[in-house]
């Protein structure tokens, strides 16, 4: 009885170098082109924002002109973008902090102790629309004296923001090792306690993640202050629509205001890319 001697699969030849500069070249094209398409409206705006309103409305002036200050001066003189950056600071600050403490928390509860059911009522939450609900948050808030007040801007954020940060939150504790809690209860903690002294702080980076998308989205709402922010607690979206008008659109003042309500949610980026790189990955995978 012969053996059967099966070849031997043949190795296989590495791309030429040739290949590898083609394949680099269409990569950074491609990187490049999409880089573009994102950062071209922003590299607009804030070119605009120098701009008078006859140079923003005339196709032909394009990146090569005169800049000038006179729209960051006026809205700055007229004190209200100020005032309403200073109440998104205010609304967005306190919003996410009292999510954060209440949401890591039950997101930690919900991973650990496996609580399908109240998974699902955090699911039915995100999903379901905050505009659908403004009639009846209207009436009830009218009913208590809250509208125009910060408090009611806080409630209303914190719908939205306590149910995404345990959304992301809960993957990430299902993410960490349950041995180093259960190593911790064994030398004499609680189950708080474990929580307290061993997961949260490797939660740190998914907290910060959680934390930095609930401020944005606080910081970008406009639906909820336009119905119950007044002049007095208005926030920095309805504050760039007042400057779009029936008769007239102020677009130096709009981008002028525009870019400096962007700057600060930027920098926040910049400053916490590595916990927002680090938080968005670190819940991926379990064990």
Same mark, same amino acid.
């Given at each position: 009885?012969?053996?059967?001697? @099966?070849?031997?699969?043949?190795? /296989?030849?590495?791309?030429?170098?040739?290949?590898?500069?083609?394949?680099?070249?269409?990569? *950074?094209?491609?990187?490049?082109?999409? !880089?573009?398409?994102?950062?071209?409206?922003?590299?607009?705006?804030?070119?605009?924002?120098?701009? !008078?309103?006859? /140079? =923003?409305?005339?196709?032909?002036?394009?990146?090569?002109?005169?800049? @000038?200050?006179?729209?960051?001066?006026?809205?700055?003189? %007229?004190? /209200?973008?100020?005032?309403?950056?200073?109440?998104?600071?205010?609304?967005?600050?306190?919003?996410?902090?009292?999510?954060?403490?209440?949401?890591?928390?039950? %997101?930690?509860?919900?991973?650990?102790?496996?609580?399908?059911?109240?998974?699902?009522?955090?699911?039915?939450?995100?999903?379901?629309?905050?505009?659908?609900?403004?009639?009846?948050?209207?009436?009830?808030?009218?009913?208590? *004296?809250?509208?125009?007040?910060? @408090?009611?801007?806080?409630?209303?954020?914190?719908?939205?923001?306590?149910?995404?940060?345990?959304?992301?939150?809960?993957?990430?504790?299902?993410?960490?090792?349950?041995?180093?809690?259960? %190593?911790?209860? @064994?030398?004499? &903690?609680?189950?708080?306690?474990?929580?307290?002294?061993?997961?949260?702080?490797?939660?740190?980076?998914?907290?910060? !993640?959680?934390?930095?998308?609930?401020?944005?989205?606080?910081?970008?709402?406009?639906?909820?202050?336009?119905?119950?922010?007044?002049?007095?607690?208005?926030?920095?979206?309805? !504050?760039?629509?007042?400057?779009?008008?029936?008769?007239?659109?102020?677009? *130096?003042?709009?981008?002028?205001?525009?870019?400096?309500?962007?700057?600060?949610? =930027?920098?926040?980026?910049? &400053?916490?890319?590595?916990?927002?790189?680090?938080?968005?990955?670190? *819940?991926?995978?379990?064990?």
């Amino acid at each position: 009885m012969s053996a059967t001697v @099966t070849p031997a699969a043949r190795p /296989q030849a590495a791309p030429s170098f040739l290949a590898r500069r083609v394949r680099g070249w269409l990569r *950074g094209t491609a990187i490049t082109l999409v !880089t573009l398409v994102f950062a071209l409206p922003l590299v607009w705006m804030f070119a605009a924002a120098f701009k !008078t309103n006859l /140079q =923003v409305t005339d196709p032909s002036v394009g990146l090569w002109f005169e800049p @000038t200050l006179d729209n960051f001066r006026s809205i700055v003189e %007229a004190g /209200q973008i100020v005032r309403s950056m200073g109440n998104s600071l205010l609304v967005g600050v306190v919003s996410t902090v009292l999510s954060a403490v209440i949401a890591v928390p039950a %997101a930690w509860a919900v991973g650990r102790f496996s609580m399908h059911r109240t998974g699902s009522l955090i699911l039915v939450a995100r999903i379901v629309p905050a505009i659908s609900l403004l009639v009846p948050w209207y009436y009830l808030f009218a009913q208590m *004296g809250l509208v125009g007040s910060y @408090t009611v801007l806080i409630l209303s954020h914190m719908f939205v923001s306590v149910p995404l940060i345990m959304w992301i939150m809960i993957g990430f504790f299902a993410g960490l090792p349950v041995e180093l809690e259960e %190593a911790a209860r @064994t030398d004499g &903690l609680s189950a708080f306690g474990a929580f307290w002294r061993i997961s949260l702080p490797l939660a740190a980076p998914g907290t910060a !993640t959680a934390s930095l998308l609930a401020f944005v989205f606080s910081w970008n709402n406009f639906m909820f202050a336009l119905v119950f922010a007044d002049d007095r607690t208005q926030t920095v979206p309805v !504050t760039l629509f007042n400057f779009i008008s029936y008769a007239s659109t102020d677009w *130096g003042g709009l981008m002028a205001a525009a870019t400096l309500i962007t700057v600060p949610v =930027v920098i926040a980026a910049v &400053l916490g890319q590595k916990y927002l790189v680090a938080g968005l990955t670190a *819940g991926a995978t379990k064990g």
